[in-house]
């Protein structure tokens, strides 16, 4: 399932003293099985760019073809679109609002329609995809969770409607560290183990340069680059004039090397850099042994 988007732009407000383009003639073709990281600066247009993708918004024009369904046209159904593309939120945790855990995941199928056991094997599916323990969470309220499985919670909700799409707006903001690790593997799961295509919204380049095979960045609402994190990653200036930098490790990793260490600079994670260092101080010692 392929998402195309053609000659999108949106506009807030026409024809009034506050009328805002939001995006701008965007391009944009996202394979099945894809992940990608969609990242920017606040106000560049990645919220107004992910509502489209599941009818939310309406394009001032443009085309939005969901599986060779161009969802912009009349008569199309929306409830079918959102089957298929899933949205998360950010903070979708203030969306839970039932008494357990297992009735808020629940809400959505129930709301396809769908018959009590197909109900019960989707929020069972949905609660191992996200790692909760049906048996143990299914009674527990969503309230007395801590912030990152509240989230889970949230994020279940979506996947409960077995979409083939996940699409997720910035979904370890205001998490703490350990929160921030869980929600990205758990992520990276779905797409690996269940195959789901995954749009990130991010703003963290250490996230993005960690899961994502292909990187966009928007900037006032057009895609200002995208590609592989390697090459993404290359383009430094324009990623710094437009507010965006790359990771530290990678900056770090630079830097060793214009001072001549033999390190690779296309290195996006810690532990990527660790092995890098690891490296260079078992030459160092080898070569001192050599010396010896
Ligand atoms: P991002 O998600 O990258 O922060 P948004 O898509 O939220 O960007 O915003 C893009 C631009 O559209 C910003 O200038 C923002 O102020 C404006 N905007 C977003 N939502 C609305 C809205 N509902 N009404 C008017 N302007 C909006």
Request: no cysteine; glycine share 8%.
């Given at each position: 399932?392929s998402?195309k988007?053609e000659?999108?732009?949106h506009i807030?407000m026409?024809k009034?003293?506050?009328?805002?383009?939001?995006?701008d003639?965007v391009?944009?073709y996202?394979e099945?099985?894809?992940?990608i990281?969609?990242?920017?600066?606040?106000?560049?247009?990645k919220?107004?760019?992910?509502?489209?993708l599941?009818?939310?918004?309406?394009?001032?024009?443009?085309?939005?073809?969901?599986?060779?369904i161009?969802?912009?046209?009349k008569?199309?159904?929306?409830?079918d679109?959102?089957?298929?593309?899933?949205l998360?939120f950010?903070?979708?945790?203030?969306?839970?609002?039932?008494?357990?855990i297992?009735?808020d995941i629940?809400?959505?199928?129930?709301?396809?329609?769908?018959?009590q056991?197909?109900?019960?094997v989707?929020v069972?599916?949905?609660?191992?995809m996200?790692?909760?323990?049906?048996?143990?969470?299914?009674?527990v309220?969503?309230?007395?969770l801590?912030?990152?499985?509240?989230r889970?919670v949230?994020?279940?909700?979506v996947?409960?409607?077995?979409?083939?799409v996940?699409?997720?707006?910035?979904?370890?903001a205001?998490l703490?560290p350990k929160?921030r690790e869980?929600?990205?593997?758990?992520?990276?799961k779905?797409?690996?183990?269940?195959?789901m295509?995954?749009?990130?919204?991010?703003?963290?380049?250490?996230?993005v340069?960690k899961?994502a095979?292909?990187?966009?960045?928007?900037n006032?609402?057009?895609v200002?680059?995208?590609?592989?994190?390697?090459?993404?990653?290359?383009?430094?200036?324009?990623l710094?004039?437009i507010?965006?930098g790359?990771?530290q490790?990678?900056?770090?990793m630079?830097e060793?090397?214009?001072?001549?260490?033999?390190?690779?600079?296309e290195?996006f994670?810690?532990?990527q850099g660790?092995?890098?260092?690891?490296k260079i101080?078992?030459?160092?010692?080898k070569?001192?042994?050599g010396?010896?």
């Amino acid at each position: 399932m392929s998402i195309k988007i053609e000659n999108l732009t949106h506009i807030y407000m026409p024809k009034t003293p506050f009328e805002k383009k939001a995006l701008d003639d965007v391009n944009l073709y996202i394979e099945d099985g894809e992940f990608i990281a969609l990242i920017g600066h606040t106000g560049s247009g990645k919220s107004t760019l992910i509502q489209h993708l599941n009818g939310l918004l309406e394009p001032s024009s443009g085309k939005i073809i969901v599986d060779d369904i161009d969802i912009t046209e009349k008569g199309v159904k929306l409830s079918d679109i959102r089957k298929k593309v899933g949205l998360v939120f950010q903070y979708p945790e203030y969306q839970l609002f039932e008494e357990t855990i297992e009735k808020d995941i629940a809400f959505g199928p129930t709301n396809l329609g769908l018959g009590q056991e197909e109900i019960l094997v989707r929020v069972k599916r949905a609660m191992e995809m996200v790692g909760l323990d049906y048996d143990k969470y299914k009674d527990v309220s969503p309230f007395e969770l801590s912030g990152g499985q509240k989230r889970r919670v949230a994020i279940a909700g979506v996947i409960a409607m077995e979409p083939k799409v996940l699409i997720l707006d910035e979904p370890t903001a205001g998490l703490d560290p350990k929160g921030r690790e869980d929600i990205l593997a758990q992520i990276k799961k779905l797409h690996d183990e269940y195959k789901m295509t995954i749009i990130l919204v991010s703003h963290s380049m250490e996230d993005v340069g960690k899961l994502a095979k292909r990187i966009v960045v928007m900037n006032h609402g057009k895609v200002a680059l995208q590609g592989e994190p390697k090459d993404v990653f290359k383009e430094i200036d324009t990623l710094e004039e437009i507010g965006l930098g790359v990771p530290q490790v990678t900056y770090l990793m630079r830097e060793l090397k214009r001072r001549g260490f033999n390190v690779s600079d296309e290195v996006f994670t810690v532990e990527q850099g660790k092995e890098e260092l690891l490296k260079i101080f078992v030459n160092d010692k080898k070569s001192n042994m050599g010396e010896k």
